[in-house]
Structure formats: structure tokens, C-alpha cells
């Protein structure tokens, strides 16, 4: 009976793993971007409407090489000051500043995931409202809800509240899989080649914490919030007391962000392969649909299988030894090889270590350089009036007759063309209107000087012509 139980452990921490990683991948697909969308969102304004726009898609935090190198750093700095913590001062005080702040990002993360499964339940289409502050012009803050956020949220308080009040098990692991769903959306590897940095660096971190030192099983067991999930050994022990068997969230979402950046990478060949660009309509073949539509997906299930294989390689040796083991010690070369087996397989190597996905901070640049090209465009065409402007004013009085041979204008030609000159003059003196204007010397002068100067001219060339 008792071996029954653990194998139900077993299949249940399983699942609790799979489920958060298949589900929190297809959430992580942007949705598509057309000329038509674009259009649509111009006429509407600057705020979307409703809640399956296309302004919907939430913010992420992309992962560079740089930051995968610093991944075991962090992390072991991180995992040695709990531990010290935890040796040092009184665990219950500890633990409850941990449980309060887990509580404000587990209020967070329930009402993202109870959104996401009503919309995606029903499919429902919601009035989108819109909190924004501006500075210089600038958006600073934008927060977009709906009336069913602000339902969800409070639905998240009152289970919050029951969690803090009775640290019950399974309301725990709930907020473990909203912890881990949202991990996988929020956080994204702009390349396959940050995501083998990451995997192998933790690779490493795992195998030193677990089997060279006792701080990573120790801050396991004394750390009392949702940072892992459980499952009783047995339900009903003889004893009353319930042991269990765990998983840690790192062991989800670590491999989890690689596995959705599989499932993005098939979903950009497919795009690529039917002619889909941002500028353009969407090709016919989408039927309209700017997310949900069906594609190929071999990197995603090959890497997915992976991990299954990986986590039960695991639970298989843990079993078997009776000891703790690092899952990232048998998930990163499984979901690593997996795609590289991939690639070769199709012939795609080269596609996969080129692929990357632009960052937000790549978006920031191109939007500043565009800016900066168009301002250089706006001071040229302000300058263009007045040198225009300038060369009417100091045209020579002389005509061309022949190749290279100049001869003088007549009195009445003069006349005529100085007469043209100022009206022209006038003209883009009446468009422009400067604050300054340059003279003929190459100084500058206000508006009323130049009038003078004008009225001079005039008399002038009224002279000549009477004469």
C-alpha cells in the first residue's frame, strides 16, 4: 500500500511539473502583428479596447548570453545567504517575512493564471480599462485590466489569506504552478545559444549544491513557502503525519523557458515558410487568426519528451538510491541534445544557433535611431526654404547666349527678372516666416529689417526700369 501511494507521488509531482511548462510555452506566442491590426489600432487611438487586442501581449524579461553566464553566480549567492539565514536566526521569523512576501507575488500570480484560464475556457472578449501615467510625454506605468482581473484578485486575496492561516499543502503547490506558469511567460531566451549557456551553467550549480554540499536539501526543508511542489508519500499514514516528496520550481521553469523558446522557434519557420510579415496582411492560410492557429512543432515535442524522459530518469534514481538528486543534472543534456538531435536531423543546425528573438532593449534602439533619422530629415527640410530663399535674392544679372559666353542683360530683362526675384521672395517669406532671415551680406537680420531692405529694393528696381 505504501508503494502504491509513492508512486502516485510520483506521477502526480509528474504532472505538476509537464502541465505548467506545455501550458505556460503556448501562453509565451505573441500575438501576430499585421498592417491591417496596425490600422485598426491607429483609428481606435492609442489605448486598445478590449482584452484580446493586440496591445494585450504582457511584457517580458529576455535572458541574454550575459545574463546566462551569471545564472550559477546569482544563484548560488542567493541559495548560501538562505542558508546562513536559516542557520543563524530564527527560522519561524524568517519564515514569516517570506510568507508575506510570497503572499503580495502569489496575489499576482493566481489572478494572471485564473484569468487566463476563464479566457481561455470561454474565449471571452472583455471591455479593457486602462491606468496611465505620462511624463514628458513619455507612458511611465500602464496597467491594463479587466473587470474579471479585479473579480480573479480577490478570488487570490481570500485563497492567500487561507494559505497563510493554515500553510495547507495543496493550496501551496497552486501557488507553485502560478509561480511557474508565470515564470515561463515573463521570462524569455532571445537565443538557443543563451538557453545551452543557462542549462549547462545550472547543470553544474545543481550537481555542487546537491552532492557536494547539505545546503541545498537543508534550505529545501526549512524554506516554508510555495517554492516547491509536494505530494504526500502516502495519504493516509498509519501514524497520521505525512511525509512527502518534492520537486523544486527551478527544476520547472529552468527547463521550461528553453522548452517555450522551442515552441517559438517552430512557430517563426512556419511563418517564414508562408510568407508572414509584419507590414503586410496575414497570409490566407492563418484564416484571420493572429494566435491559436495550428503548426508544426518538432523542436517543441522533441524537447518536451526530453524533459519527460529527464524527470523520470530522476525519480527513477531517487527511488532507487533513496537520496535526493538534482533533476537539472539529468534535464539540461536532455533537452540540450534534444534539439541539437534535431537539428541535424532536418538539417537545420545552422538556423537554430542564428536564431534569436528581438529584445526589448533592441526595440528601444531602433525606435531611438529612427527617431534621431527623422529629426536630421525634419532640420533639413526647415533649412532647404531659407537657402532657396537666399540664392532668389543673390541671382546674377546676366544671361547665358552660347556655350560658357555671357552677355549683358538688357534694361528691360533686368527689370523684369528682379521684379520676379521679389515676388518670389515674398512668397516664401509669407510660407516660412522666420524669426531671423539671412541678408544679402550673410548677416542676420529681424523681420522689420528685412521689410526695409525689401522696400529698398523695389524702389531700386523701379528706378532702373523708368529709366
Known amino acids: 500500500m ?28 505573441d500575438r501576430l502583428k499585421s498592417a ?26 529576455a535572458v541574454t548570453a550575459e545574463d546566462a553566464y551569471m545564472f550559477p553566480v546569482y544563484g548560488s549567492a542567493a541559495l548560501f545567504s538562505m542558508y546562513v539565514i536559516f542557520k543563524y536566526l530564527n527560522k519561524d521569523w524568517v519564515n514569516f517575512l517570506l510568507s508575506g512576501y510570497f503572499a503580495l507575488l502569489g496575489v499576482a500570480a493566481l489572478t494572471q493564471l485564473g484569468v487566463r484560464v476563464v479566457k481561455g475556457v470561454t474565449g471571452a472578449k472583455l471591455p479593457l480599462y486602462h491606468l496611465n501615467l505620462v511624463h514628458h510625454s513619455k507612458s511611465v506605468f500602464d496597467l491594463r485590466f479587466t473587470n474579471l482581473h479585479l473579480g480573479m484578485m480577490g478570488a487570490s486575496m481570500l485563497c492567500t489569506a487561507f494559505y497563510l492561516y493554515t500553510k495547507n499543502w495543496a493550496v501551496s503547490n497552486l501557488f507553485g504552478l502560478a509561480f511557474s506558469f508565470s515564470a515561463i511567460i515573463l521570462i524569455r531566451l532571445d537565443s538557443f545559444k543563451s538557453g545551452m549557456i543557462m542549462l549547462a551553467g545550472l547543470f553544474v550549480y545543481d550537481i555542487f549544491w546537491v552532492f557536494g554540499t547539505e545546503v541545498m536539501v537543508s534550505v529545501a526543508k526549512n524554506f516554508d513557502a510555495p517554492i516547491k511542489v509536494v505530494f504526500p508519500k502516502d495519504l493516509f499514514p498509519a501514524d497520521g503525519k505525512l511525509a512527502f516528496t518534492m520537486l523544486g520550481l527551478g527544476d520547472i521553469v529552468v527547463p521550461g523557458i528553453f522548452v517555450a523558446l522551442c515552441l517559438r522557434f517552430d512557430r517563426q519557420r512556419y511563418l517564414s515558410s508562408i510568407g508572414y510579415a ?22 517543441f515535442n522533441a524537447c518536451m519528451a526530453a524533459y519527460v524522459a529527464g524527470l523520470a530518469t530522476t525519480i527513477t534514481v531517487m527511488h532507487t538510491f533513496k537520496a535526493a538528486q538534482p ?42 535611431s529612427a527617431g534621431k533619422d527623422k529629426k536630421a530629415d525634419g532640420e533639413e527640410e526647415e533649412k532647404a526654404p ?22 549683358p542683360a538688357s534694361a528691360g ?3 523684369d527678372d528682379e521684379q520676379e526675384n521679389v515676388k518670389a521672395s515674398r512668397v516664401l ?21 528685412s521689410a526695409k531692405g525689401k522696400k529698398g ?3 531700386g528696381s523701379k528706378a532702373k526700369a523708368k529709366k
Open 327 to 368: 533533476a537539472l543534472l539529468y534535464l539540461s543534456p536532455a533537452c540540450i541534445l534534444a534539439v541539437i538531435a534535431t537539428a541535424v536531423v532536418r538539417g537545420e543546425l545552422a538556423a537554430v544557433f542564428s536564431y534569436s528573438e528581438e529584445t526589448k532593449k533592441d526595440e528601444g534602439d531602433s525606435a531611438e
Open 413 to 415: 530683362e533686368l527689370a
Open 2 to 29: 505504501a508503494e502504491a501511494g509513492l508512486f502516485l507521488a510520483y506521477a502526480v509531482i509528474g504532472t505538476m511539473a509537464v502541465a505548467p511548462i506545455y501550458f505556460g510555452s503556448f501562453s509565451s506566442l
Open 386 to 407: 531659407v537657402a532657396h530663399r537666399y540664392n532668389l535674392r543673390n541671382q546674377g544679372p546676366a544671361s547665358t547666349s552660347g556655350a560658357g559666353l555671357t552677355t
Open 429 to 449: 517669406d509669407e510660407k516660412v516666416n522666420p524669426i531671423s532671415e539671412v541678408s544679402d551680406d550673410g548677416s542676420e537680420t529681424t523681420p522689420a529689417t
Open 278 to 299: 509584419k507590414d503586410k496582411a496575414l497570409p490566407r492560410v492563418l484564416n484571420d487568426k493572429h494566435r491559436g492557429f495550428g503548426f508544426p512543432t518538432p523542436y
Open 36 to 61: 491591417v491590426s496596425k490600422k485598426k489600432a491607429s483609428e481606435k487611438g492609442h489605448f486598445a479596447e478590449y482584452s484580446d487586442s493586440e496591445d494585450e501581449d504582457e511584457e517580458s524579461e
Open 457 to 459: 529694393k523695389k524702389s
